[in-house]
T-cell receptor, first 112, second 113 residues
Framework: KQEVTQIPAALSVPEGENLVLNCSFT??????LQWFRQDPGKGLTSLLL?????REQTSGRLNASLDKSSGRSTLYIAASQPGDSATYLC???????????FGTGTRLKVLA | ETGVTQTPRHLVMGMTNKKSLKCEQH?????MYWYKQSAKKPLELMFV???????ENNSVPSRFSPECPNSSHLFLHLHTLQPEDSALYLC????????????FGQGTRLTVV
C-alpha cells in the first residue's frame, strides 16, 4: 500500500531564503509525482508534474526532483516571498491505478 | 482559474436533506475525480470517471452518489449525511485517467448540521 510522507509539517522562514520541502513514498512503482499548492480554504493549484522517467522539472523559482529508487522527491523554492505562503502537497500516482495518493502537506509561512 | 469550476462554494445542510455538488471542466479532459479533504488528513479519492464510466470507487458510503452525464460534468449527490461528512470536496480532471497532470477546482466547503 502506497504511503506518502511530507516533512516538515510546518515551516516558517524569513523572506529571501532558499528552502527545500521533502516528500517520500513507500512504493517506487509510480507513473508520476505532482506537486501542488493550496491556499487556505481553496482548491489545489498544480505546480510541477514529474513523470517516472524524469529526474527533475523546473518552473520559475521552483525546482522539483525525483529519485524513484529511493522513494523521494524534493521541491526547491528559491528566493522565497511572502506570496509563497501556502500548504504544499505532493501526490504520487502508483502504476496500475487511477489513484493519486497525497501527503498531508507542508504548511509554509514566509515572513516579510 | 484552472478551468475546473465547482458549485456551490459553500453548503450547509441538515442530516435529512438532499443536495448535489456540481463540477464542470472546460479543458477537454476525459477523466474526472471527486476527492474529500478533512481537517488534518490527506486528500482521499472518492470516485474516478473515465469517458463517463466509473473506474474507481473507494469504499465510499452509499449516502454519496456520483453521476457523470458527460465528460465535462460531474455531480455528487448527497443524502442523509452525518456531521463527520463535513469537509472540503474537491473535483479534479485530467486528460487521461491516472497518468497525466490533474487540475483541481476550488472546492465546495460542506458543513452538515
Amino acid at each position: 500500500k502506497q504511503e506518502v510522507t511530507q516533512i516538515p509539517a510546518a515551516l516558517s522562514v524569513p523572506e529571501g531564503e532558499n528552502l527545500v520541502l521533502n516528500c517520500s513514498f513507500t512504493d517506487s512503482a509510480i507513473y508520476n509525482l505532482q506537486w501542488f499548492r493550496q491556499d487556505p480554504g481553496k482548491g489545489l493549484t498544480s505546480l510541477l508534474l514529474i513523470q517516472s522517467s524524469q529526474r527533475e522539472q523546473t518552473s520559475g523559482r521552483l525546482n522539483a526532483s525525483l529519485d524513484k529508487s529511493s522513494g523521494r522527491s524534493t521541491l526547491y523554492i528559491a528566493a522565497s516571498q511572502p506570496g509563497d505562503s501556502a500548504t504544499y502537497l505532493c501526490a504520487v500516482l502508483t502504476s496500475g491505478t487511477y489513484k493519486y495518493i497525497f501527503g498531508t502537506g507542508t504548511r509554509l509561512k514566509v515572513l516579510a | 482559474e484552472t478551468g475546473v469550476t465547482q458549485t456551490p462554494r459553500h453548503l450547509v445542510m441538515g442530516m435529512t436533506n438532499k443536495k448535489s455538488l456540481k463540477c464542470e471542466q472546460h479543458l477537454g479532459h476525459n477523466a474526472m475525480y471527486w476527492y474529500k479533504q478533512s481537517a488534518k488528513k490527506p486528500l482521499e479519492l472518492m470516485f474516478v470517471y473515465s469517458l463517463e464510466e466509473r473506474v474507481e470507487n473507494n469504499s465510499v458510503p452509499s449516502r454519496f452518489s456520483p453521476e457523470c452525464p458527460n465528460s465535462s460534468h460531474l455531480f455528487l449527490h448527497l443524502h442523509t449525511l452525518q456531521p463527520e461528512d463535513s469537509a472540503l470536496y474537491l473535483c479534479a480532471s485530467s486528460q487521461g485517467a491516472g497518468y497525466t497532470e490533474a487540475f483541481f477546482g476550488q472546492g465546495t466547503r460542506l458543513t452538515v448540521v
